[in-house]
């Protein structure tokens, strides 16, 4: 996808939605201490380090809840281990969290980061700083283009997909990407939200 498209998009989206960003800002503040917007540091395109935007939807001590939970629960640690997720149940996320990951307003942030020219609409996951040491270097190819709100791994099945299997998917996507296929993920985005199922 071309960039003034992207833009054009983007900040149609941003305009679209800003009641929402509102609304959605008072109800984080209204269930739990911290801040609305979660900033973390994730690799973008050529490995360099960027801060990601998201509406948060943890709890501000989460490390601790989520070390504790794993601590109690063996099959949970197993789970974390193997997918870097948990599907279940997630000690670290807020109620309100867990409606804004259902429909996936928690990425709307992200738009920011597409305006800045530190991501794209599709492409591959951002990845966060720790997991480069998950990512053999034969499959780095997926660090040569910018990272994506959506794309074939959040599409594709998400939590039920082991990170080994992302990213080789994801280096799939980058080997034959097309703009025809970007607008195929895009449209499942859409239905995704719509459904609820999260991407």
């Known amino acids: 996808m071309g960039r003034i498209l992207e833009l054009i998009f983007t900040i149609s989206i941003l305009i679209l939605t800003f009641p929402l960003w509102i609304a959605i800002g008072i109800l984080i503040k209204l269930e739990s201490k911290g801040p609305v917007f979660f900033t973390q540091e994730r690799i973008g395109k050529d490995l360099k380090i960027f801060k990601i935007y998201k509406f948060r939807t943890m709890y501000v001590d989460q490390e601790g809840r989520l070390n504790e939970y794993l601590e109690k629960n063996s099959f949970a640690k197993k789970e974390w281990e193997t997918f870097r997720k948990l599907k279940s149940f997630d000690p670290r996320i807020t109620k309100i969290g867990k409606i804004l990951r259902k429909f996936s307003l928690d990425e709307l942030p992200q738009i920011l980061n597409v305006i800045k020219g530190e991501m794209g609409l599709v492409g591959p996951r951002p990845y966060l700083k720790e997991e480069i040491h998950y990512i053999p270097k034969e499959y780095y190819e997926i660090f040569k283009v910018k990272p994506g709100i959506t794309g074939p791994w959040q ?10 299997e992302r990213i080789k998917i994801e280096r799939d996507y980058v ?8 607008f195929s993920y895009l449209f499942k985005t859409i239905n995704s939200i719509v459904n609820g199922d999260g991407i």
């Open 175 to 182: 080997r034959n990407r097309n703009f025809l296929r970007d």
């Open 155 to 164: 599409t594709g099945g998400r939590n039920k997909i082991k990170f080994n």
